[in-house]
T-cell receptor, first 115, second 116 residues
């Protein structure tokens, strides 16, 4: 079965630096790979999506890369701010016979940005 | 973006009782909603797909008679945890797909269930 690995250790980073998170998976590549932000006691919030035929995607201070050979996605937060402190989840989307693809989530990596 | 609400946000109940969790889409019609469960420090696990006007589709290992899902309207899906036990204590979250084509999800704020 598919296994999704995100660094379970919290990433502590100083304000202004770039935070880099990894998402590794086994087996077959997904049609899409998504990144979400989750604050404590709240539901996830969608941030970015990257398709299997895309190498890189950017949105404001966020950048996502997708390497299907390495079976890895990297998520970068540039010029990090304390407000970026949260848990970041990657999710893989596979389409089968359903109309909607199923999302499989990693356990997430907590980011702590200190002033 | 779309707004999804859940009620209650937090519930504590005794073992053996049933608990109903509501998931509402506030500003759009949601023909499909997803129900997830999240244990502390673990990933979100899809429990079932709720389809308006038809039966829900459950993931392998999820008991459909224990987790009853009703999607009677385009704005409301409910999850009822029947005969809840302490091991059912978890964070339950619903979501609905966005229109982006990549199945991006709008998530509700979640419901924290504690079974004593």
């Amino acid at each position: 079965s598919q296994k999704i690995e995100q660094n379970s250790e919290a990433l502590n980073i100083q304000e202004g630096k770039t935070a880099t998170l990894t998402c590794n998976y086994t087996n077959y590549s997904p049609a899409y790979l998504q990144w979400y932000r989750q604050d404590p006691g709240r539901g996830p919030v969608f941030l970015l999506l990257i398709r299997e035929n895309e190498k890189e995607k950017r949105k404001e201070r966020l950048k996502v890369t997708f390497d299907t050979t390495l079976k890895q996605s990297l998520f970068h937060i540039t010029a990090s701010q304390p407000a970026d402190s949260a848990t970041y989840l990657c999710a893989l989307v596979y389409f089968a016979t359903d109309s909607w693809g199923k999302l499989q989530f990693g356990a997430g990596t907590q980011v702590v940005v200190t002033p | 973006g779309a707004v999804v609400s859940q009620h209650p946000s937090r519930v504590i109940c005794k073992s053996g009782t049933s608990v109903k969790i509501e998931c509402r889409s506030l500003d759009f019609q949601a023909t499909t909603m997803f129900w997830y469960r999240q244990f502390p420090k673990q990933s979100l696990m899809l429990m079932a797909t709720s389809n308006e006007g038809s039966k829900a589709t459950y993931e392998q290992g999820v008991e459909k008679d224990k987790f009853l899902i009703n999607h009677a309207s385009l704005t409301l899906s409910t999850l009822t945890v029947t005969s809840a036990h302490p091991e059912d204590s978890s964070f339950y979250i619903c979501s609905t797909p966005q229109a982006g084509g990549g199945n991006e999800q709008f998530f509700g704020p979640g419901t924290r269930l504690t079974v004593l």
